[in-house]
């Protein structure tokens, strides 16, 4: 097979990732495979990570070193994985094989050793990898770099470091992923309540998760910037009705469904939490389709909790 048929299978099992379909890219993953081509082994392990099959992914991964031992991003990838599964040992010596290879990306490799110092609260060692990775790194690269350093300082109560930080990367690269782009910001929301500036906290927060709806950590932070507690407060999953712009399509206005987890008072007041997960054009459209009150969570912050993705209609 040609590469350009090689080039377009690789393709189409990135696209059947993001649209969900693991099976799918499953499938091309193993034809690559009997093709002999090494992609095989990134394919295989994303489409069974992405599917909560963290294990599968490492087994994967495991073999596709042992074929291919001089592909940096394999070793990154098994490094990753192992991180997520708690194997920080493990992942320790798959970025020190990954370093040894003959070309390396070394400022991928660093940050992502600087995340498995982080989870372990290894703060030195974290800072140490971190700072290994130049200024001028690409762009994806630094932007998450300063995302780290952020949450670093903020742990060591530098705060006002940790927001300098933040903020100028912020400036400084105007096509920011958006996931990043929301740390960054969270980190500076955390910086500010932790320095008693709510009103700064609360304008930064609010633009990290309108950023990734499905920040966990921005959610943390902003039911404790509200601290809005009540014995009446009770969990709710509600899924909400509503019409946006396509993102897929100029023009085009469609409809959605997505769910959201959260403890509120009332249904009033939960809808009121979930505008602020919105992108402010949609509030006027949004309407409940179902709300089913799960437990009472008396004394705990009242709040967004947990969000679902979008599934799209046309109207």
Not at 94 to 101: C, E, F, I, V
Request: with cysteine.
């Amino acid at each position: 097979m040609g590469n350009d048929k090689i080039d377009q299978l690789i393709k189409e099992a990135y696209e059947l990732i993001d649209s969900y379909d693991y099976k799918g890219a499953l499938r091309i993953g193993r034809k690559l495979k009997r093709l002999r081509h090494t992609s095989a082994f990134e394919i295989m392990a994303l489409a069974y990570a992405e599917n909560g099959k963290l294990k599968k992914a490492i087994k994967v991964l495991e073999k596709g070193v042992n074929i291919a031992p001089d592909l940096w991003i394999l070793w990154q990838m098994l490094g990753n994985y192992r991180s997520d599964n708690g194997d920080f040992q493990g992942a320790s010596e798959a970025y020190d094989k990954g370093l040894q290879t003959p070309n390396p990306d070394k400022d991928s490799l660093h940050l992502n050793i600087a995340v498995a110092h982080g989870r372990q609260e290894l703060h030195d060692q974290a800072e140490q990898a971190l700072l290994k990775i130049p200024q001028n790194a690409a762009s994806d690269i630094r932007t998450r770099a300063d995302a780290q350093l952020s949450v670093l300082f903020n742990k060591r109560g530098e705060h006002d470091h940790a927001c300098q930080i933040a903020l100028a990367s912020l400036k400084a690269n105007q096509e920011i992923e958006p996931q990043v782009a929301s740390m960054l910001e969270a980190e500076v929301a955390r910086a500010n309540f932790s320095l008693d500036k709510k009103p700064q906290a609360t304008e930064h927060i609010l633009k990290a998760v309108q950023l990734n709806r499905s920040n966990t950590t921005a959610m943390v932070l902003l039911r404790e910037i509200d601290t809005v507690n009540s014995s009446d407060v009770r969990l709710r999953r509600i899924m909400v009705e509503g019409r946006r712009s396509d993102p897929y399509s100029d023009n085009k206005t469609v409809g959605f469904f997505t769910s959201y987890i959260v403890a509120a008072n009332s249904q009033d007041d939960a809808m009121e939490f979930i505008k602020r997960f919105e992108s402010e054009e949609n509030h006027d459209t949004l309407r409940v389709e179902e709300n089913v009150e799960l437990d009472s969570c008396a004394g705990e912050y009242a709040g967004i909790y947990s969000t679902s993705g979008y599934i799209y209609f046309d109207e």
